[in-house]
């Protein structure tokens, strides 16, 4: 793959589709849109193939100045190419989902998933600091229009609040870029990985930073834009919503706060762990009382993402690699209760829970892939949440057991409110004519979902498929970061010799 732009042509193959999306029919649209997603997804299948495990920390490179020390660079590590392949995969099935479910303005809104999909990656991929920001603040555009204008009754009201919210945390994101571009003379992220800024200027970075990624998320308390914009979104703005442009808070921890800033992401670590304590304990309880399906996924999103952001802060190896798997395996699933919900509104044009039940009878094929869906979500072993979740909690139970209790009641909440869901769905008795006329899958609908599902049982079964490209990445981070570790309070158990700490030097 030397010098073959594989990253360019990734970004250029969207790019170009969406232009032309715009001159053509609304089946053509559709047609090209697919065609172009299922392009990206064949070059994702070579990058994942050509991707050497164990080789140089940066594949791909692509370097290109333009001007004034800003330059077209890209490159991507282990955790870059996992988002990418999670973006490229969930893609396609967006374009499908929207097959007969939007019929007005096709064209238009064609051109922005493929736009959201060419910012999604390009924010992965991304090696320079300002076309990262880019990138990543670019993303909001797409999605506020496909909210906006493809949304539901209350649409302009969510996306307004999507995007002042996720704004507003970026200027400030903006000017902490300003300043570490000026104190390390460069924009170039690899470079600036290595950079040890001063320790006093490490906490007000760190909160400029936090300010963004945080909404992105999202955190609680600035998670209230999220319930709002799934509810208002078409079911494939909520799959790709769900499924990658959360994950880009956990990326920017991840690329960002944690290796640039070790001192303060240590010293802040009880802020973090803190507030994602709230939030799955807290969102967890909310989305037990709602009566609309969408809005129950939506609060449990909140409550996974708040898995990820205690493990990415753990400062070891089970918590970084819990965290990213957990991204992972949320983007599936979550993307996944979403088509399933999107599904029955396309038949009976609802989303209120008490209007469903009894599906099991007539709708068997549905059932069987919401129940496998609704155990992922659970965190089932033998499905991806599961490994995502059993390391990042294993990696926090080294930082603080309290921390870990708290946050491993939202799992058994999880189980609560998913399982109640399905039982008022699925089962029980059919309770309208309406309800008992609905068809079960059809094809369109199953070659949508058997993917995920295919997906969602290669992760918890295989997890070394996944665990592996980022392996060598997460022991650079820790070999970076070890000198922050922050001080657990798990003691020796009474009578045994409390164990040296583990050196991540020889971690494999």
Same mark, same amino acid.
């Given at each position: ?37 299922? %392009? ?9 193939? /050509? ?19 800003? $330059?077209?660079?890209?490159? @991507? ?56 920001? +880019? ?29 002042? &919210? ?18 390390? $003379? ?61 994950? !880009? ?28 304590? %709230? ?19 939506? &609060?449990? /999103? ?14 070891? =190896? ?13 983007? #599936?699933?979550?993307?996944? !209760? ?8 396309? =038949? ?9 039940? *009894?599906?099991? @009878? ?15 979500? +659970?965190?089932?072993? *033998? ?8 390391? /990042? ?13 708290l946050c491993t009641t939202g799992i058994i909440l999880g189980a609560a409110y998913m399982?109640?869901?399905?039982? =008022?769905?699925v089962f029980g008795e059919i309770k309208s004519d309406d309800v008992r006329a609905m068809p079960d899958l059809n094809t369109r609908e199953l070659w949508? #979902? ?11 079964? &295989? ?10 990445? +997460? ?29 991540? $030097?020889?971690?494999?």
């Amino acid at each position: 793959m030397s010098g073959f732009p594989i990253l360019s042509i990734m970004l250029a193959v969207p790019a170009f589709a969406a232009v032309a999306c715009l001159f053509l029919s609304a089946r053509n649209a559709r047609w090209l849109a697919l065609a172009a997603t299922l %392009v990206d997804l064949l070059l994702g299948v070579v990058l994942w193939a /050509s991707f050497r495990i164990g080789g140089p920390q940066w594949q791909f490179v692509e370097s290109m100045p333009i001007a004034g020390g800003f $330059g077209w660079s890209l490159g @991507i590590d282990g955790f870059a190419l996992l988002l990418i392949e999670l973006s490229v995969f969930l893609m396609p099935i967006c374009v499908g989902a929207s097959w007969t479910a939007i019929e007005k303005r096709v064209p238009e809104y064609m051109a922005a998933f493929l736009l959201t999909e060419l910012l999604m990656i390009g924010t992965f991929a991304a090696q320079d600091l300002f076309l990262f920001y +880019v990138f990543f603040e670019g993303g909001l555009i797409p999605m506020f229009l496909i909210i906006g204008i493809w949304g539901g009754a209350n649409r302009i009201y969510a996306s307004y609040k999507f995007f002042l &919210y996720t704004l507003l945390g970026s200027v400030l994101m903006l000017v902490a870029m300003l300043w570490m571009a000026n104190e390390a $003379g460069t924009t170039y992220i690899p470079t600036l990985l290595n950079h040890d800024f001063p320790v006093w200027a490490q906490t007000w970075l760190w909160l400029a930073f936090f300010a963004s990624f945080a909404v992105k998320m999202p955190m609680w308390p600035v998670h209230t834009w999220l319930p709002d914009a799934h509810v208002q979104a078409p079911t494939a703005g909520s799959v790709i919503l769900a499924g990658v442009l959360l994950k !880009l808070g956990g990326y920017g921890f991840l690329r960002f706060s944690v290796p640039m800033f070790p001192e303060a992401s240590s010293s802040l670590v009880w802020l973090v762990f803190g507030l994602s304590a %709230v939030a799955v304990i807290y969102t967890s309880l909310v989305a037990l009382v709602q009566s609309d399906m969408k809005k129950l996924i939506a &609060y449990s /999103s909140v409550a996974h993402m708040a898995i990820v952001t205690i493990g990415l802060f753990c400062f070891n =190896r089970q918590g970084i690699e819990g965290g990213m798997m957990v991204m992972l395996g949320h983007g #599936l699933v979550s993307g996944a !209760l979403f088509l399933c919900v999107g599904i029955i509104y396309d =038949r009976l044009h609802t989303r209120e829970i008490d209007r469903y039940g *009894g599906l099991a @009878i007539n709708m068997p094929r549905y059932a069987t892939l919401f129940m496998l869906f609704t155990m992922a979500s +659970v965190g089932l072993p *033998g499905t991806s949440n599961f490994v995502g979740e059993f390391l /990042s909690l294993a990696g926090t139970y080294k930082v603080s057991t309290t921390i870990t209790l708290l946050c491993t009641t939202g799992i058994i909440l999880g189980a609560a409110y998913m399982l109640y869901l399905y039982r =008022r769905v699925v089962f029980g008795e059919i309770k309208s004519d309406d309800v008992r006329a609905m068809p079960d899958l059809n094809t369109r609908e199953l070659w949508l #979902l058997a993917p995920i599902a295919a997906a969602v049982l290669w992760m918890g079964v &295989y997890p070394e498929s996944f665990l592996a490209p980022m392996r060598g990445d +997460v022991k650079i981070l820790l070999d970076r970061i070890d000198r922050a570790e922050p001080k657990g309070d798990a003691a020796p158990t009474p009578g045994k010799v409390a164990a040296a700490p583990p050196h991540h $030097g020889g971690a494999k």
